[in-house]
């Protein structure tokens, strides 16, 4: 991306110019895949997408003909040391998830992930792989706030999820005010296959906001939660909920650096869990 495109993560286009003249069919085209994309996530199941990618997502897309290759890693240092579903415990369990992203249109992108995880006497394990396909209102089109779909599918390995294959619809807004920055993720996930399928869509929102201290750093926090089938919510004692102070560091144009410190604040969550991501933007 060129240098007009911030780095930290949560940050979008400017909607600054005039409307461009775009022609009819493209605004149907874009249109009509936000709407097959909603449609094929609650005609078919989702999943969540665990502790392997932990991030609030922005609406920005990756530039048509670039790459974006990025490595999220984090390690919990108090999970789940035991479980009655026949998953590996998350206790001082680490993961390193390769995400590459390639941008096709200026509204339109496709991300690929490898999850693995690694752990003392356990050692390292390929935990499965997902493709995420997103587009986006393009920022030309000057909309008041940042609006993307993503749609996550594929596969985890029974060792480490008790649903296997899963399917994640994931609404994306945004704005930034001045130097506050703010992201709303309503996610539904839909297992198809595994004890998940009978909860239908479980709603998994996802929420940060951050402010930028100086030109480099930003600050703030993020929170991820889910809460249970969206027919009625699980007991605040079973569902997930994160709270998670982030920096992010805007180093250069080419650079993504994003980490904090989750703090879990019910029974069902991992209790204290860090993560990083590091992000390299690629001309080609």
């Given at each position: ?279 390299y933007r690629f001309d080609f």
């Open positions: 991306m060129d240098a007009s495109i911030p780095v930290c993560p949560g940050r979008k286009l400017s909607y600054a110019g005039k409307l461009p003249d775009i022609s009819m069919r493209t605004r149907n085209t874009i249109s009509s895949t936000f709407f097959l994309l909603g449609c094929a996530a609650f005609t078919q199941p989702a999943g969540a997408q665990g502790n392997y990618e932990i991030q609030v997502y922005p609406y920005e897309t990756v530039e048509p003909h670039h790459t974006m290759v990025e490595l999220h890693s984090n390690f919990t240092f108090e999970g789940s040391k035991s479980t009655n579903d026949g998953t590996l415990p998350t206790n001082h369990q680490l993961h390193e998830t390769v995400e590459i992203t390639h941008g096709f249109t200026d509204w339109f992108e496709t991300g690929f992930y490898i999850f693995t995880s690694a752990k003392n006497g356990q050692g390292w394990d390929y935990v499965g792989s997902h493709i995420r396909p997103r587009v986006r209102v393009p920022p030309k089109w000057r909309w008041p706030v940042g609006v993307s779909l993503s749609n996550e599918i594929g596969w985890q390995s029974r060792r480490y999820s008790a649903d296997t294959w899963t399917w994640e619809i994931r609404p994306i807004v945004d704005k930034q005010l001045g130097r506050w920055y703010f992201s709303f993720n309503p996610t539904f996930d839909r297992s198809f296959h595994g004890p998940g399928v009978n909860q239908g869509l479980v709603f998994s929102p996802n929420f940060k906001f951050s402010c930028d201290f100086n030109k480099k750093i930003a600050g703030g926090i993020e929170y991820y939660g889910s809460l249970g089938p969206v027919t009625g919510f699980d007991p605040i004692s079973q569902q997930q909920q994160q709270i998670l102070p982030a920096i992010d560091l805007n180093l250069s144009p080419k650079w993504e650096v994003n980490f904090g410190l989750g703090v879990g604040v019910t029974r069902a969550t991992d209790h204290l869990i860090a993560k990083m991501i590091l992000g």
